[in-house]
C-alpha cells in the first residue's frame, strides 16, 4: 500500500482505532519534552532514532489474544537528515495496516536555534517542537520552525539580525500561518 505522508496522517486522525489519540498523548509525553529538550540535539547525527514509544494495542474486530501480536503500533522520533541550514525531525509510525515504518511527518528546524538556545530556553523550545509536531499531524501542509530573521528597520530601513524562533506553516508553497515563537541566543 502506497499512501503519502498526508494520506497516512488523515488515517490515524479519522480512524475509529483511536491511533491518532494514542499518537498525540505519547509525543505530548513527559518522555518526549526531555529528550526534544536535551542540548546534544543540535550534533545527534543523521538517521539515529532519538526516541521510540513502547507498543500500543489497536484493537480491531479480531479476538484480542489470536491478534496481539499483529494488532500493535509504535511511534519513533528520529533525525532523517542534516543540512547546513536544517535539521529534519521525522515522526514514523509502525502500524498493522503497513508492514515498515511509515514517516508521517518531516519537521524542518533551523540549526542555528538548535545551537543558539541556552539552558534556560530549551525546554520552551522542547514545548514548542511538541506543539509543531502535533500542529503537523492535524495540517495538510508542512510546518518548520525557523530562526533567525534579517529585516528592514520600520523607519531607517537598515537591515537588522533578529534571532526570533518562529513556527511557519506552508500549504503547496505558501504560507499559510506564521508566529513569533520566542526570541534565544544574545
Not at 45 to 72: E, K
Not at 86 to 96: E, F, G, M, N, R
Not at 150 to 163: D, I, K, S
Request: glycine residues 4%; proline residues 4%; contains cysteine.
Amino acid at each position: 500500500m502506497n499512501m503519502t505522508d498526508v494520506e497516512l496522517r488523515q488515517r490515524l486522525q479519522t480512524s475509529e482505532y483511536n491511533e491518532g489519540l494514542l499518537l498525540i498523548k505519547w509525543i505530548n509525553s513527559l518522555d518526549v519534552v526531555e529528550r526534544l529538550s536535551d542540548p546534544g540535539l543540535a550534533s545527534v547525527p543523521s538517521g539515529q532514532c532519538l526516541l521510540q514509544s513502547a507498543p500500543w494495542a489497536i484493537y480491531r474486530n479480531t479476538p484480542m489474544v489470536a491478534a496481539a501480536a499483529a494488532n500493535m503500533m509504535t511511534a519513533s522520533l528520529f533525525i532523517a537528515e542534516r543540512t547546513e541550514v536544517d535539521t529534519i525531525l521525522s515522526l514514523a509510525v509502525k502500524h498493522p495496516s503497513y508492514k515498515q515504518m511509515a514517516v508521517i511527518l518531516r519537521l524542518s528546524v533551523s540549526n542555528d536555534v538548535l545551537r543558539a538556545c541556552s539552558t534556560s530556553t530549551r525546554k520552551m523550545l522542547a514545548h514548542h517542537l511538541v506543539n509543531a509536531i502535533g500542529r503537523g499531524l492535524k495540517s495538510n501542509g508542512m510546518v518548520h520552525i525557523r530562526g533567525p530573521i534579517v529585516t528592514a528597520h520600520p523607519v531607517t530601513n537598515q537591515q537588522l539580525y533578529r534571532r526570533d524562533c518562529w513556527l511557519e506553516e506552508t500549504v503547496q508553497g505558501k504560507v499559510r500561518h506564521q508566529e513569533v515563537l520566542f526570541t534565544y541566543g544574545y
